[in-house]
Nanobody, 124 residues
Framework: QVQLVESGGGLVQPGGSLRLSCAASGSIFNINDMGWYRQAPGKERELVAR??????????RYADSVKGRFTISRDNAKNMVYLQMNSLKPEDTAVYYCNANIRPRYNDASYLYWGQGTQVTVSS
């Protein structure tokens, strides 16, 4: 069974920083792309950042609203993905979800898995 678990959320003042972590565990053969999404109250879930690693070359993609402030990275050896969030704004307040496209062991197909989410609140 494959599982994603996020950590690192919390309450931070505007202009502050947080680092989110997401660990993938279980019977994993390969992890393709990984990403972070967020959902604010009353809004749809939206992409924050995504990272794909092919032959040790990482390609990243960001929502326009977080470019220059957020940085996504991953540690393939540990099956982890991170989101460094700087210069946080009140509008960044949301539940942040990790997801990953994972091929489980003994399986020919890849599936999209989601974490349970971690709350980020930016407020003074």
């Amino acid at each position: 069974q494959v599982q994603l678990v996020e950590s690192g959320g919390g309450l931070v003042q505007p202009g502050g920083s947080l680092r989110l972590s997401c660990a993938a565990s279980g019977s994993i053969f390969n992890i393709n792309d990984m990403g972070w999404y967020r959902q604010a109250p009353g809004k749809e879930r939206e992409l924050v950042a995504r990272i794909t690693s092919v032959a040790s070359v990482a390609t990243t993609r960001y929502a326009d609203s977080v470019k220059g402030r957020f940085t996504i990275s991953r540690d393939n050896a540990k099956n982890m993905v991170y989101l460094q969030m700087n210069s946080l704004k009140p509008e960044d307040t949301a539940v942040y979800y990790c997801n990953a496209n994972i091929r489980p062991r003994y399986n020919d197909a890849s599936y999209l898995y989601w974490g349970q989410g971690t709350q980020v609140t930016v407020s003074s």
